[in-house]
């Protein structure tokens, strides 16, 4: 006996008389299939915990800088006189640099702590660090607990020492270029500069976790953004 083969042949589409290859396998659209969903999170925040705890260590440490600048400031308003040995240790490097014809005596430099004294410059620049250094030490330990009232109470601190800094270091300045001539003029100018600046830096860092979308999310976190979808 003889065994016949079998072949398939191609299937004919009688409207268009051509053929069409028969795959084996179907696809099937289900109508009950659920729509592709995006993550929640794909486009969320997350919040910055590192950053503002760095701020609030730069604030603190800033903050004793000032402390020490305010206590030697209160020192010279409360100071009266100074002795003839603290007025020597000031002058004896303005008065080694130059050529000896701007020399200062004790006299003259007596004479210009009397003038900034009563200038006011000494009490304004001092106890304003002293209100602006404890503000920005009180605010960069609550910073460090995430606590977002720190970061206000910092940027007040530092605007609060950025006025009475400039403002008593140009009192100060003021009775400087009355009285001194020579480096030591030149000192003070550049302080109330440095003054500034440094100031400028403390808003700046104080004002950065307020600004930041991620360092705000951390420290406000019942603010936070949620997408949701229908």
């Given at each position: 006996m003889s065994k016949k083969s079998e072949q398939t042949l191609?299937?004919?589409?009688?409207?268009?008389?051509?053929?069409?290859?028969?795959?084996?396998?179907?696809?099937r659209m289900d109508e009950n299939q659920p729509d592709p969903q995006i993550p929640v999170d794909l486009f969320a925040i997350?919040?910055?915990?590192?950053?503002?705890?760095?701020?609030?260590?730069?604030?603190?440490?800033g903050a004793l800088v000032l402390f020490f600048q305010a206590y030697g400031?209160?020192?010279?308003?409360?100071s009266e006189d100074l002795?003839?040995?603290?007025?020597?240790?000031?002058?004896?490097?303005?008065?080694s640099q130059g050529d000896g014809s701007t020399e200062l005596t004790v006299e003259q430099y007596q004479t210009f702590h009397d003038a900034a004294r009563?200038?006011?410059?000494?009490?304004?620049?001092?106890?304003?660090?002293?209100?602006a250094s404890l503000l920005l030490f009180i605010?960069?330990?609550m910073l460090l607990f995430l606590n977002g009232l720190g970061a206000k109470l910092s940027l007040a601190g530092?605007?609060?020492?950025?006025?009475?800094?400039?403002?008593?270091?140009?009192?100060?300045?003021?009775?400087?270029d009355t009285h001194l001539v020579g480096v030591l003029l030149f000192t003070y100018e550049v302080y109330s500069y440095l003054c500034g600046v440094c100031m400028i830096m403390c808003a700046g860092m104080a004002a950065l976790p307020l600004i930041n979308a991620r360092a705000r999310m951390a420290l406000y976190p019942e603010n936070r953004v949620v997408l949701e979808q229908e």
């Open positions: 191609p299937k004919k589409d009688p409207s268009t008389n051509n053929e069409t290859v028969d795959l084996g396998f179907s696809m997350r919040p910055d915990t590192k950053g503002p705890k760095s701020i609030g260590v730069l604030l603190i440490f400031d209160v020192g010279l308003h409360l002795s003839n040995e603290e007025v020597e240790l000031i002058l004896e490097v303005p008065n009563d200038s006011g410059g000494y009490a304004l620049r001092g106890f304003g660090l002293v209100v605010g960069g330990i530092a605007v609060i020492g950025l006025v009475t800094g400039i403002t008593g270091s140009l009192l100060v300045k003021g009775a400087a």
